[in-house]
């Protein structure tokens, strides 16, 4: 159809939401409360957090603005700042998430500020260089940044939706909003960004994990490339290669080959190079099922749903 208007209510909080169809493909309009969606987005990013051996916290100076917005940019460019933050924060230091109000040339706006300490990450153009928000990085005394984004709103009254969720279909909700938890341990530590972060705190510790990956990648279509293959290719023992491999990962290295093979299987999803069947080959799994309930473990979602998304925006 044309236009299609569905509404959503979200984990029994104050999040309500309209889709909309067009030609121009999806669009999320919200109406809501917008406080419990970064409490839910921090929430969410607790294991990565931790994983990651940073505390990270939340410290709102308001508790209720309601407001319109577009959650999909939001939810991209809080939880991809907010990991990217975590990313390069040295270990057993901290990360706070605060939200306030404030008014910058007779304009209102949400401002949300994320700091952290034990490192000074001004320089770093990366952790900002795909957010769509105006950010604005400043250096704080002792080795600390704080990143505030700003976003403009303006305040309305919540409307009365139909949440008779009994009529809804949930297969046309995109899996992040579903299961952000599971989309969220993923999203930001590719292999890739595991590399610059590894490079940041210790220039051996990058090459270690590139070097990994090289391996990895060479070897994506053997089935039978494992642990013992990866531990002649390094030239390492088993304890050795575990040991060093889970403290930069926190991975063991078995867990971490198919961390690999399931980043890459998602990419050639996502740019529409091969069907889920090839991909399955191209990869180096035994089995279509194996592959899938992979996938889902670790994105959140089967790998068809890529697909599809693909088809219905015309890739």
């Known amino acids: 159809m044309f236009l299609k208007g569905l509404f959503v209510s979200l984990k029994e909080e104050s999040y309500q939401f309209i889709l909309y169809q067009s030609r121009n493909g999806m669009k999320f309009l919200t109406c809501s409360n917008i406080i419990p969606l970064f409490k839910g987005v921090v929430d969410a990013i607790q294991p990565y957090a931790k994983s990651n051996q940073v505390s990270l916290t939340f410290k709102p100076a308001i508790t209720e603005l309601i407001v319109e917005y577009d959650p999909e940019i939001v939810i991209h460019d809080v939880t991809q700042l907010l990991c990217n933050i975590i990313a390069f924060t040295p270990q057993t230091y901290n990360v706070e998430m605060n939200l306030n109000e404030v008014i910058k040339d007779d304009k209102t706006y949400l401002e949300i500020g994320i700091k952290n300490d034990g490192a000074n990450l001004a320089r770093i153009t990366e952790i900002t260089a795909h957010i769509n928000y105006k950010v604005e990085v400043t250096s704080l005394k002792q080795d600390g940044t704080l990143y505030q984004l700003y976003i403009s709103y303006s305040t309305l009254e919540l409307p009365e939706l139909n949440n008779d969720l009994s009529k809804i279909d949930h297969h046309g909700i995109p899996a992040y909003y579903a299961q952000i938890s599971k989309k969220l341990r993923s999203h930001f530590a590719n292999p890739e960004n595991l590399e610059r972060a590894a490079a940041y705190r210790n220039q051996a510790d990058g090459v270690f994990i590139q070097k990994i990956n090289a391996l990895i990648m060479s070897n994506l279509e053997r089935e039978g490339f494992d642990l013992d293959c990866l531990c002649k290719g390094m030239a390492l023992s088993r304890t050795q290669l575990y040991r ?23 990419e050639y999803l996502q740019n529409n190079e091969f069907n889920v069947g090839e991909v399955v080959l191209k990869v180096g799994f035994a089995s279509h099922s194996h592959f899938t309930r992979a996938f889902h473990d670790q994105f959140g979602f089967n790998p068809s749903f890529l697909k599809k998304d693909n088809h219905e925006n015309g890739t």
């Open 244 to 266: 060093k491999l889970k403290a930069l990962t926190h991975k063991p290295p078995a867990q971490y080959i198919q961390y690999v093979r399931l980043q890459k299987a998602k």
